[in-house]
């Protein structure tokens, strides 16, 4: 029979945990009741490539974590070799126009919100991060990747111009002129060289050590006042949001005008499929 003890144990250790209501189809949001800490789980199998439907989910949860006042946020995947592969590609060849609109706008709702979040934010990488990937996890204030990743914005490399949050997301962790080779050259960086040059903070060898280094960064705020935490952190960001904003239609019109214009549809089809072929051969 078991005893007291041990069935209190348990009972203990099924409340820590409480999944949110409203946690979305393509995102899972966990709360764990003792730290407050909100994991935020992208699920698009195979490689979270950021549609419409999976950008929404993500915007909605990271709302109403904030809303809810939980004491940080943690983004992860459950995918275990990618964390996220960035837009996808599908999403923006031979485009149907108002979705196409939808996905930036979307994108866009998405980064305000994870950059501009009230609450300590932190990504643990547990898998390649590459485009949209690397700005969900520079939009955060921390991170933590496995090894045998990669990560960067390679935008460049598919003949696209990185959005302006790009840029602010690469300068408000790298030096000014690493940032700005890191993204004119389209660089992918390892797991050793994203260390180096401090494009994440730490390397772990598991996704639940990532996820207890992120909870370690986020409890360091536990002393600090949240309003007054997050007055400061908006004080440092503000700058970039008030910018982008004022850029936010004519970024929106400049990605349509893009994406619209035959060479790029051409270059994003050999693109596709020089990624499905790797599979083939
Ligand atoms: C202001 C002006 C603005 C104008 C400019 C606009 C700027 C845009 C800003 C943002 C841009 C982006 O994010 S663009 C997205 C850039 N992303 C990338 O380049 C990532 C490319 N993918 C990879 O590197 C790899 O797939 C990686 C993620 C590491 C996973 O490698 P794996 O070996 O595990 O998996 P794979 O076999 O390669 O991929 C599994 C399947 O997913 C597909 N796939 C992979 N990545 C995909 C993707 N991003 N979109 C769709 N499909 C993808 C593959 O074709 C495979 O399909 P099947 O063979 O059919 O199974």
Known sequence: MMSSMSLSRMLRAASVCRTMSTATKLTAVEVNDKTGI??????????NALNVELLHDLYQSIKEIENNKSRGLILTSSNDKVFSAGLDINEMY??????ARLLWTKLQDVWLALYGCALPTAAAIN??????????????EYRVILPQCRIGLNEIQLGL?????????????LPRRVAER????GR?????QALQ???????????????????????????????????TKLKFRG??????????????????????????????????EGLKKKNRN
């Not at 992918?188 to 050793?192: L, M």
């Open 127 to 140: 898998g390649h991060a590459p485009a949209g990937g690397c700005l969900l996890a520079t939009s955060c």
């Open 188 to 192: 992918i960086f390892t797991t050793e």
């Open 38 to 47: 909100a994991t935020v789980t992208l699920s698009r199998p195979p490689i």
């Open 239 to 272: 700058a970039d949001l008030q910018r982008f904003e004022s850029e936010r239609t004519n970024e929106l019109e400049s990605f349509l005008e893009f994406i619209d214009h035959p060479q790029m549809q051409e270059d994003l089809g050999i693109y596709l």
């Open 182 to 185: 890191a993204l004119v050259q």
């Open 161 to 173: 111009v990185p959005p302006i949050f790009c840029m602010f997301n690469f300068l408000n962790v």
């Open 197 to 231: 040059i401090g494009l994440v903070d730490d390397v772990a060898s598991s996704k639940e050590k990532a996820l207890e280094k992120c909870s370690q960064f986020i409890a360091t705020f536990a002393q600090t006042n949240p309003l007054a935490r997050s007055l």
């Open 94 to 99: 031979r485009p149907d126009k108002d979705r």
